[in-house]
């Protein structure tokens, strides 16, 4: 079943049939109204701009490695969710970042957690933080981190256990769709090593952590000890590419026999309610 879409086609041909290329390679097993279009706006801001078609990232038909955690539906893990209908900026896939179906259930959990501090590892070009902001408080804050250039793998080895950083994928840096956008109020760009970080500071007080930084086993199992640190009592994280990276699925693999992570049906989210 694919995602109903509320277009503002305004005559435009091209946007339409953007559309119907989205519908063909989604699936879904959740209905929802994404509505979109440069002429509508809410809350002063203009709902989502269509700016090109990727390739959906799907889950492959045949993994080379176990996927152990339990698989659940996001309405069964978060009760009440209301995904009938969600506003998203940019919602077409682009590089790097999360599918529409992901993008959908990481904006209607932000907004049934309504939280206060956020907190997201690997930034790309920052469509997923753009869209976190968008459904949080007015008063939330979001920290959003990634490699500074020097930073960046230098070694082939490295850059395929980890997976392309935001140069490879052709962003000169990192948060190039919010650094002049109305939101970049809530948004805090850190421009640092996510797994030596002092997060310190940030010890129990986060409401939501998203995890989709480095993906090699060794990285992300650190992110996740960190964000274990600093996500508060009630709070929620969740990992990006379970089943697509053996990194990130064997850790979380690990991680699944000690805590009670799902795996959310029909996309590569795992997800933990602390």
């Not at 070009?125 to 459904?135: D, I, K, P, S, V």
């Not at 490699?147 to 994928?169: A, F, I, K, N």
Request: hydrophobic share 40%; aromatic share 6%; net charge negative.
């Amino acid at each position: 079943m694919f995602f109903d879409m509320v277009v503002r086609q305004n005559g435009d041909r091209a946007l339409a049939a953007a559309v119907g290329q989205a519908n063909a390679c989604l699936e879904s097993r959740c209905m929802s109204d994404i509505a979109y279009g440069g002429q509508r706006k809410s809350k002063g801001i203009p709902v989502a701009h269509l700016v090109g078609i990727h390739q959906c990232k799907l889950l492959p038909a045949f993994a080379t490695f176990p996927l152990l955690l339990p698989r659940a539906r996001v309405e069964e893990i978060f009760e009440g969710i209301d995904i009938s209908h969600i506003e998203m900026l940019y919602p077409m896939p682009r590089p790097g970042g999360v599918s529409v179906e992901e993008l959908i259930i990481i904006c209607a959990i932000v907004r049934m957690l309504n939280p206060k501090l956020i907190v997201e590892i690997g930034t790309c070009e920052g469509r997923t933080a753009l869209n976190m902001a968008y459904h949080s408080p007015e008063d939330a804050q979001l920290i959003t981190l990634d490699l500074p250039p020097d930073l960046l793998p230098q070694s082939p080895e490295r850059t395929v256990e980890s997976g392309p950083d935001y140069r490879q994928m052709g962003m000169p840096r990192p948060g190039t769709l919010f650094e002049s956008h109305p939101l970049k109020r809530k948004i805090k760009l850190v421009l640092a090593d996510s797994t030596k970080f002092d997060w310190t500071p940030y010890d129990g007080l986060v409401d939501l952590v998203f995890i989709d930084g480095a993906h090699d086993f060794v990285s992300v199992m650190k992110d996740s000890e960190n964000a274990l640190r600093i996500v508060k009592s009630g709070g929620v994280i969740l990992w990006h590419d379970y089943g697509v990276v053996e990194g990130v699925t064997a850790a979380l693999n690990g991680l699944g026999k000690r805590y009670p992570i799902k795996h959310i049906s029909g996309t590569s989210i795992a997800c933990l309610r602390t």
